[in-house]
């Protein structure tokens, strides 16, 4: 029987505790300096194992790997507490995560890592699927901020969050790695203002009013 430490495992089939959980944290933060300091190209197992003190043996049977490394370390990265804001209202619950957003990328030091998945992503199709599941996880958790929109008339019975998380944050994300133009507050309230007033037209609900068949008094769909 092989140690916890050395039990093979898929990743994001298990959440480990003990010892097993200690190796992967290492392993982890390990992944995350390389990715930060070398980029997705120039991560090898052999600077992990380096930087994380587990053998690079073990790194392969149990990641298979560097695309299995940054995988599971954005895994990880998704076992956090985050909950989304409540601040009693739905622009100021957006207003929120989209600060948070600016607010993470304006520090230097606390934006490295979430770039370099974002750059990894772009080269590993491995990465990729992991960091989308990262953000469906991470956006599913905001159904209790469109919940509580809901509830206080905000937001039409039916809304996705996770179309509402995504309409403030994509165009931040595309300014941060398209267009690479600066981010500022402006642009932050700007998206903020557009999600919102999609919201409240209905744009996110399963059936936009637009294409339900609703029409207005004189006939014609609004």
Do not use: N
């Not at 991560?43 to 995988?71: D, I, M, N, P, Q």
């Not at 622009?91 to 890592?113: K, S």
């Not at 509402?164 to 507050?185: G, K, M, N, Y």
């Amino acid at each position: 029987m092989t140690s916890d430490a050395e039990s093979p495992r898929t990743p994001g089939t298990v959440r480990p505790g003990g010892r097993t959980a200690r190796t992967r944290a290492a392993v982890r933060d390990a992944v995350l300096s390389g990715l930060v300091e070398y980029g997705y190209p120039g991560l090898t197992v052999e600077y992990v194992a380096e930087h994380s003190g587990v053998h690079k043996t073990t790194l392969y049977r149990r990641w298979g790997g560097v695309e299995g490394l940054v995988a599971d370390a954005l895994d990880l990265a998704g076992e956090d507490t985050w909950t989304p804001p409540d601040t009693g209202s739905l622009h100021g619950d957006l207003t929120a995560l989209a600060r948070e957003v600016l607010d993470t990328f304006a520090d230097p030091a606390a934006a490295a890592a979430p770039a370099a998945f974002v750059a990894a992503a772009f080269q590993s199709e491995r990465a990729a699927t992991a960091l989308s599941a990262f953000y469906d996880e991470r956006f599913g958790r905001c159904a209790p901020l469109v919940e509580r929109a809901v509830a206080r008339g905000e937001a039409p019975t039916g809304t996705d969050a996770g179309a509402v998380a995504r309409a403030v944050s994509a165009p931040l994300f595309f300014r941060l790695f398209i267009t690479r133009e600066p981010l500022d507050e402006a642009a932050a309230d700007q998206a903020v203002a557009a999600a919102l007033a999609a919201t409240r037209a209905g744009a996110f609900t399963a059936t936009p009013p637009e294409q339900d068949g609703t029409t207005t008094p004189d006939g014609t769909t609004p």
